[in-house]
């Protein structure tokens, strides 16, 4: 691994958390030399533990995990299929222990993004660095990627309860794909599950997220965002062709 990495600029006034939030969604460029002076990511981190935690308590009031858990079993022919030719005692056995497990799930939700986001900065750090010259640490990367976050998670999260409370019919709701920001979330019905979940990848702030996430890879890598990208995309869209071939294969 390259040892010449970015170092912080002495004359940019550091920023503080609010600021470096802030900065998320408009000047992620100023996010991440601010990242290179300084590599925390607790505060995103907070913020999406309080907006999943809302989202999720939000669910349970207004959705019932009775409903998520059928949603979710109607909405893969093949699962539905295995559970409606267990004997009727089993069949009973499994769905209460399926609506059990639900908001564990549900409330756990900012350990397995955290988790992923290592693996994806794992993921992208050395590809940056070997493959275009970069000079970033994994921590920074990790940083920009916990940011980006706030995007990608967080105002969806808003979003969907936003629109639980305006009326999503629990009939129709899709904890894993809970607002109409994807292609994904229009094709459910009678579209192929591997389509809808290839199609739920295509998200206008998941894309944006990845936006943001290139722009600071690129400033703490020191490469061109357009270096980045390619390997923000290039593994994202290797993560989405990978997803889609599971969900084909078992559903």
Same mark, same amino acid.
């Given at each position: 691994?390259?040892?010449?990495?970015? =170092?912080?600029?002495?004359? %940019? =006034?550091?920023?503080?958390? &609010?600021?470096?939030?802030?900065?998320?969604?408009?000047?992620?460029?100023?996010?991440?030399?601010?990242? %290179?002076?300084?590599?925390?990511?607790?505060?995103?981190?907070?913020?999406?533990?309080?907006?999943?935690?809302?989202?999720? +308590?939000?669910?349970? /009031? /207004?959705?019932?995990?009775?409903?998520? #858990?059928?949603?979710?079993?109607?909405?893969?022919?093949?699962? @539905? =299929?295995?559970?409606?030719?267990?004997?009727?005692?089993?069949?009973?056995?499994?769905?209460?222990?399926?609506?059990?497990?639900?908001?564990?799930?549900?409330?756990?939700?900012? &350990? $397995?993004?955290?988790?992923?986001? !290592?693996?994806? *900065?794992?993921?992208?750090?050395?590809?940056?660095? $070997?493959? +275009?010259?970069?000079?970033? /640490? #994994?921590?920074?990367?990790? *940083?920009?990627?916990?940011?980006?976050?706030?995007?990608?998670?967080?105002? @969806?999260?808003?979003? *969907?309860?936003?629109?639980?409370?305006?009326?999503?019919?629990?009939?129709?709701?899709? $904890?894993?794909?809970?607002?109409?920001?994807?292609?994904? #979330?229009?094709?459910?019905?009678?579209?192929?599950?591997?389509?809808?979940?290839?199609? !739920?990848?295509?998200?206008?702030?998941?894309?944006?997220?990845?936006?943001?996430?290139?722009?600071?890879?690129?400033?703490?890598?020191?490469?061109?965002?357009?270096?980045?990208?390619? !390997? %923000? $995309?290039?593994? +994202?869209?290797? +993560?989405?062709?990978?997803?889609?071939?599971?969900?084909?294969?078992?559903?």
């Amino acid at each position: 691994m390259a040892e010449a990495v970015a =170092q912080p600029d002495a004359t %940019v =006034q550091p920023l503080n958390e &609010v600021q470096r939030i802030v900065d998320t969604f408009g000047t992620p460029s100023r996010l991440a030399k601010d990242i %290179v002076r300084s590599a925390a990511w607790w505060g995103p981190f907070i913020v999406l533990i309080l907006v999943s935690t809302a989202f999720s +308590f939000t669910v349970g /009031k /207004k959705v019932g995990w009775t409903a998520v #858990y059928d949603n979710a079993i109607n909405q893969n022919p093949k699962m @539905k =299929q295995m559970i409606e030719n267990l004997p009727a005692e089993q069949q009973a056995i499994a769905r209460q222990k399926g609506i059990a497990r639900q908001p564990y799930t549900a409330y756990a939700a900012p &350990v $397995f993004s955290l988790a992923f986001t !290592a693996i994806f *900065a794992l993921l992208i750090w050395p590809t940056i660095n $070997f493959g +275009f010259g970069g000079t970033a /640490k #994994y921590s920074r990367i990790f *940083a920009v990627l916990m940011y980006s976050n706030l995007i990608g998670y967080g105002v @969806k999260y808003l979003l *969907a309860i936003i629109a639980i409370f305006a009326g999503l019919s629990p009939e129709s709701f899709n $904890f894993n794909n809970p607002v109409g920001t994807n292609i994904g #979330y229009y094709l459910v019905g009678n579209s192929p599950l591997w389509l809808v979940t290839m199609g !739920a990848f295509i998200d206008l702030f998941g894309i944006w997220s990845l936006v943001v996430c290139s722009i600071g890879c690129g400033v703490v890598a020191r490469v061109k965002t357009s270096s980045a990208a390619i !390997a %923000v $995309f290039g593994w +994202f869209v290797l +993560f989405m062709l990978g997803i889609t071939g599971l969900v084909a294969a078992f559903s």
